[in-house]
């Protein structure tokens, strides 16, 4: 899968765990003429996918710099939250509040032409804190779950911070009722 030099925007909707979802993913190809738009799809995104190639190093090497992207501009735009795909901002919001990111090693069907270890992939995860997998977006082998594994994660949060809100006796459940979920994702390749 070869997109260096485009960007990649799909739209999909999926049921996960009984409930449906809009899936919006950017795929950037980790070109730096496409900054703009990568930092529209941070401030607008809910989770992310960090995506560099087993096959190649300096995409690898290049996945701090765009952790510390997301970082830098989540915490810049924290000043106007709100929950997936809804103008709602929770009363606690915590601006500190990590947004789910997962590592992704692909390429995973080139065993081969490995460059960068699983092990080296754990490592920089955790240095990251965030979780990490290998895929093959060849044989489409943990493409899916990768997704459906930050939804959940969102999922958890937005259930977290309803049920702290209605406790707290600052909303009513109707009012929660008409929130819908919508997922945006930033899924970023390493060139």
Not at 95 to 122: A, C, Q, W
Not at 166 to 176: C, D, E, T, V
Not at 183 to 191: A, D, E, L, N, T
């Amino acid at each position: 899968m070869s997109l260096q030099g485009s960007v990649e925007s799909n739209r999909l909707q999926r049921v996960i765990d009984g409930q449906s979802c809009v899936l919006e993913i950017l795929h950037t190809a980790g070109q730096e003429e496409y900054d703009a738009l990568r930092e529209q799809c941070i401030r607008d995104g809910d989770g992310f996918v960090l995506v560099y190639s087993i096959t190649n190093r300096s995409s690898f090497t290049c996945i701090t710099r765009y952790y510390d992207q997301i970082q830098r501009v989540k915490k810049s735009s924290a000043s106007s939250p709100s929950l997936p795909g809804s103008s709602f901002t929770p009363r606690y919001y915590d601006p500190t509040k990590k947004h789910p990111i997962m590592l992704i090693g692909d390429d995973s069907d080139l065993v081969s032409e490995r460059k960068v270890t699983t092990n080296e992939g754990y490592a920089m995860a955790r240095e990251l804190d965030c979780d990490f997998a290998e895929v093959s977006t060849n044989d489409w082998i943990n493409v899916e779950k990768v997704f459906y594994d930050v939804v959940r994660k969102l999922r958890r949060e937005w259930v977290m911070t309803v049920s702290r809100e209605l406790r707290n006796g600052h909303y009513s459940p109707k009012q929660y009722g008409r929130l819908g979920f919508r997922y945006r994702f930033h899924k970023r390749q390493s060139s």
